[in-house]
């Protein structure tokens, strides 16, 4: 099956400083979504991002589906962005299971 | 707008019971999965039900089985349980007859067999 690879797995950041996380995948994808788990389990959506670029806020995504990679980035870090970022994909066509990654896992530290 | 809920929150069995947890997916949402996520990876894919049906499963045993109800909420069983189904585990919902499918994750329950 399809092969997602996340990388760094672990990144500490001083706060106020940008990061981007990347995100690889081994086969052609229809869409791909990022989220952030906090502390608590939750996963919080992110973007839905099949190609192209997005921003919310400080946050900002970029798929480029034809070369198999996406990247996060992540500017002026916050303590509250702390957790696990994950990066899953849709393989098939409609509404077919997600595919995720290990993960990075991010500290802001004040 | 209501998001996804399960419930419990958390949840202590020991080995070979069984367990029962639910899930209420997000308002407009009529497909419902459920992940697996052992401490430190990322979640797994167990099933998915829409139409009170099974319609995609995961490289899950036939321990782990489900139900979908008319009102779309789910159940998720497992019978016998192991020391290795400790985990996290979470439920998605999404719209199935839309152009956007994006998921929406419920907040977990996190299950420890003893």
């Known amino acids: 099956g399809i092969q997602v690879e996340q990388s760094p797995p672990d990144l500490i950041l001083q706060e106020g400083a940008n990061s981007t996380l990347r995100c690889n995948f081994s086969d052609s994808v229809n869409n791909l979504q990022w989220f952030h788990q906090n502390p608590w389990g939750q996963l919080i959506n992110l973007f839905y991002i099949p190609s192209g670029t997005k921003q919310n806020g400080r946050l900002s995504a970029t798929t480029v589906a034809t070369e198999r990679y996406s990247l996060l980035y992540i500017s002026s870090s916050q303590t509250t962005d702390s957790g696990v970022y994950f990066c899953a994909v849709y393989t098939g066509q409609g509404n077919t299971p997600l595919v995720f990654g290990k993960g990075t896992r991010l500290s802001v530290i004040a | 707008d209501a998001g996804v809920t399960q419930s419990p929150t958390h949840l202590i069995k020991t080995r070979g019971q069984q367990v029962t947890l639910r899930c209420s997916p997000k308002?407009?949402?009529?497909?419902v999965s459920w992940y697996q996520q052992a401490l430190g990876q990322g979640p797994q894919f167990i099933f998915q039900y829409y139409e009170e049906e099974e319609r995609q499963r995961g490289n899950f045993p036939d321990r782990f089985s489900g139900h979908q109800f008319p009102n779309y909420s789910s159940e998720l069983n497992v019978n016998a349980l192991l020391l290795g189904d400790s985990a996290l585990y979470l439920c998605a919902s999404s719209p199935r007859l839309v152009l956007t499918y994006e998921q929406y994750f419920g907040p977990g329950t996190r299950l420890t067999v003893t």
């Open positions: 308002s407009g949402h009529d497909t």
